[in-house]
């Protein structure tokens, strides 16, 4: 069965970078659209980031310019490369696969940016 398993998330200062890792396990990465998503306490769920499993990387306006999605094949790995952090970046960071027959998400990491 595939597993996500996820890093990097800490508390960091605002301005300051963080990069989150996902690691597949049990299957291949490049036959899943992986993505970010966050979510704040009290907000909905936000996508944040995707790389399509036969396309490349987008990521969403409100975080354009300071976030960047990549994948490595190699090492069956997508990250999330954080710059610029504000305190409104602060929330649960979950990857996600998309593959048939379903959705299959991270446990999730913890980001907090301090002011």
């Known amino acids: 069965q595939v597993q996500l398993v996820e890093s990097g998330g800490g508390l960091v200062q605002a301005g300051g970078s963080l990069r989150l890792s996902c690691t597949v396990s049990g299957d291949i990465v490049t036959r899943y659209t992986m993505a970010w998503h966050r979510q704040a306490p009290g907000k909905e769920r936000e996508w944040v980031a995707v790389f399509a499993s036969g396309g490349g990387p987008v990521v969403a306006a409100s975080v354009k310019g300071r976030f960047t999605i990549s994948r490595d094949s190699a090492k069956n790995t997508v990250y999330l490369q954080m710059n610029s952090l504000k305190p409104e970046d602060t929330a649960v960071y979950y990857c996600?696969?998309?593959?048939?027959?379903?959705?299959?998400w991270g446990q999730g990491t913890q980001v907090t940016v301090s002011s």
């Open positions: 996600k696969g998309t593959k048939w027959p379903g959705d299959y």
